[in-house]
Nanobody, 126 residues
Framework: QVQLVESGGGSVQAGGSLRLSCSASGRTFRSYDMGWFRQSPGKEREFVAVISGSSGGTGYSDSVKGRFTISRDNPLNTVYLQMNSLKPEDTAVYYC???????????????????WGQGTQVTVSS
């Protein structure tokens, strides 16, 4: 069982930056690929980024590539999402998710992930 807790959300003006954090419980953090997803009102939850448990591999959605950076600190059991050049359309609840994996893959489907956090709100004003 893995418990995930996101933090770092808030309100920012367009063009600004935020860094989200997701802390995980458990002693096998590096065996999980970690993903970030987001959900805006009236829309389905969508993939944002994913990072491998140990190889450093990453993947991004086209809408955030070049603006967002996913990283992790395995000794601290934490994954981060650095969000730069934020746009109003980035406004959403952001969720982190964990997938038990032996081989890294950029998987965008929600059903591929085993554990989810409760989400943190990000609001970008124009």
């Amino acid at each position: 069982q893995v418990q995930l807790v996101e933090s770092g959300g808030g309100s920012v003006q367009a063009g600004g930056s935020l860094r989200l954090s997701c802390s995980a419980s458990g002693r096998t953090f590096r065996s999980y690929d970690m993903g970030w997803f987001r959900q805006s009102p009236g829309k389905e939850r969508e993939f944002v980024a994913v990072i491998s448990g140990s190889s450093g591999g990453t993947g991004y959605s086209d809408s955030v590539k070049g603006r967002f950076t996913i990283s992790r600190d395995n000794p601290l059991n934490t994954v981060y999402l650095q969000m730069n050049s934020l746009k109003p359309e980035d406004t959403a609840v952001y969720y982190c998710a964990a997938r038990s994996a032996t081989t890294f893959a950029i998987l965008r489907g929600l059903s591929n992930y085993d554990y989810w956090g409760q989400g943190t709100q990000v609001t970008v004003s124009s």
